[in-house]
């Protein structure tokens, strides 16, 4: 643990529960910058993006608010801000559900899935970078624990 110690600069013998958690949140920090600086000259934040993912896995069906908040991979999100802002980038178009009015409908515009193609490189080649120091078994047995971790 002193790589851990040494990047928060500290002498403290850290509990192996609380150090697991500090390194989590530290490279969750560390992965997210380096992923918002490839998103910053197309302004979409992480969100965002996953967003756009989202919707362009619906293969040009649209989706409501609702299915999309929970596919989110931040289910803190507010995805109806979300949206407004992709809208407001031509990225999306919302529609009413001509079955139920109250339902609103969104759907990925063809501008928005011409910047998933330029953009989709370009996170791929980061998400190799940030995992180039792991080999694929070690990236696989990552997951499993990742996943083990978040079981209830």
């Known amino acids: 643990m002193k790589e851990l110690n040494d990047i928060l600069k500290t002498k403290a013998d850290l509990p192996i529960p609380?150090?697991?958690v500090i390194n989590i949140f530290h490279t969750t920090t560390w992965m997210?910058?380096?992923l918002l600086l490839e998103l910053k000259p197309f302004d979409l934040s992480l969100e965002q993006f996953n967003v756009l993912r989202i919707l362009r896995g619906q293969n040009g069906n649209a989706i409501n608010l609702q299915d999309i908040q929970e596919r989110m991979v931040s289910k803190m999100s507010n995805t109806?801000?979300?949206v407004d802002k992709l809208i407001k980038k031509k990225f999306v178009n919302r529609t009413i559900c001509k079955t139920n009015r109250r339902k609103v409908e969104i759907v990925i515009t063809d501008m928005g899935l011409e910047t998933l193609k330029t953009v989709?490189?370009?996170i791929n080649r980061t998400e190799k970078n940030?995992?180039?120091n792991l080999t694929q078994k070690e990236l696989i047995q990552l997951n499993t624990l990742l996943i083990k971790l978040k079981k209830k």
Do not use: E
């Open 18 to 20: 609380t150090a697991t």
């Open 32 to 34: 997210k910058d380096d």
């Open 80 to 82: 109806t801000r979300l």
């Open 120 to 122: 989709d490189p370009i």
């Open 130 to 132: 940030i995992t180039k």
